[in-house]
């Protein structure tokens, strides 16, 4: 009788833990759909506190003041930049620095490592990497956004151990057909590191896509300014920027309502690309922590 108590609990966890999964996942919806409400009601329902998990009288001159007055959509344009072309750079980057330090013949492989593993605890700091920044001319420049991120040591070293369980026989056997060592590593080793690339790739990407402090520091230019410090401005001056607009623009925009609709509008893109790439998310928590 005890063996079948514990089969039927073993059986009901399943479902249980699904049920409270499930709960504690429409609680974080929750506020979401609040955002999302007060973003599309009117004026009066906003502004008397009205809005709940469901919109009240639907209006979009939100949005159109969002993204189309605001400069939403330039900044999203600097975002999108900074995203694809600093995770091309800091893939390649974090490559040709984790293959060579995979083999154990490279001499001075522990002394380079040590360095990693020191930036990993001690950074220089917020002047001096203003200082670097404006010594390179890079200030008011979307590099400055993208140059400073585009290797973490952290990255480095899980691709690195991933490199380390590849079997050597496919590299030896290419290196008797007279292979160089940037052939094997484009034609052999990349193509079947393809997990570790693409999550490698997901963290530098959404990295990217968040970066905010060193754009408040080194970006002065309206129209280099990425999204996320779009976001931040919107809120913060928000009753700023509608004072600057006339009454019959303003009619159904409130300063809550554009401070939903803004985040609302920068949330929605990772959202839409999320689901696409959560396995990935799943892979990078044990990849490379296990040789062989």
């Known amino acids: 009788m005890k063996k079948e108590s514990s089969f039927s609990k073993r059986e009901l966890f399943p479902y249980v833990n699904g049920l409270v999964l499930t709960v504690f996942g429409l609680l974080c919806l929750l506020p979401f759909l609040h955002v999302i409400s007060k973003s599309v009601s009117e004026e009066t329902a906003v502004t008397a506190g009205k809005v709940g998990l469901f919109p009240v009288g639907i209006q979009w001159d939100t949005f159109y003041f969002v993204i189309v007055k605001s400069g939403f959509l330039s900044a999203f344009r ?17 490559v040709m620095a984790a293959y060579p330090l995979s083999k154990p013949g490279f001499k001075g492989a522990k002394a380079i490592l040590m360095l990693y ?19 390179l001319g890079l200030l008011d420049s979307l590099w400055s956004l993208i140059l400073p991120g585009i290797i973490v040591p952290f990255n480095m070293l899980v691709m690195k151990t991933f490199f380390e369980g590849i079997p050597e026989s496919l590299e030896e056997s290419a290196k008797i057909d007279g292979a160089s060592y940037m052939r094997i590593l484009f034609e052999i080793v990349l193509p079947i590191s393809m997990p570790v690339i693409a999550t490698i790739g997901l963290f530098y990407g959404v990295g990217y896509w968040n970066s905010f402090f060193n754009a408040m520091i080194y970006i002065n230019s309206q129209d280099l300014k990425p999204l996320q410090l779009f976001l931040y401005e919107m809120i913060v001056n928000s009753d700023t920027n509608l004072k600057e607009m006339s009454s019959d623009e303003m009619m159904n925009i409130t300063s809550e309502g554009v401070k939903a609709a803004t985040i609302v509008v920068s949330a929605l893109p990772i959202m839409v690309v999320y689901p696409f790439l959560q396995k990935y998310f799943v892979k990078g928590l044990t990849l490379g922590s296990v040789k062989g």
Do not use: E
């Open 78 to 94: 600097n975002s999108l930049f900074i995203t694809i072309v600093g995770t091309i750079l800091a893939l390649l980057v974090t």
């Open 117 to 135: 593993v020191f930036t990993m605890l001690f950074s220089g700091g917020i002047i001096p990497g203003y200082v670097l920044m404006k010594s």
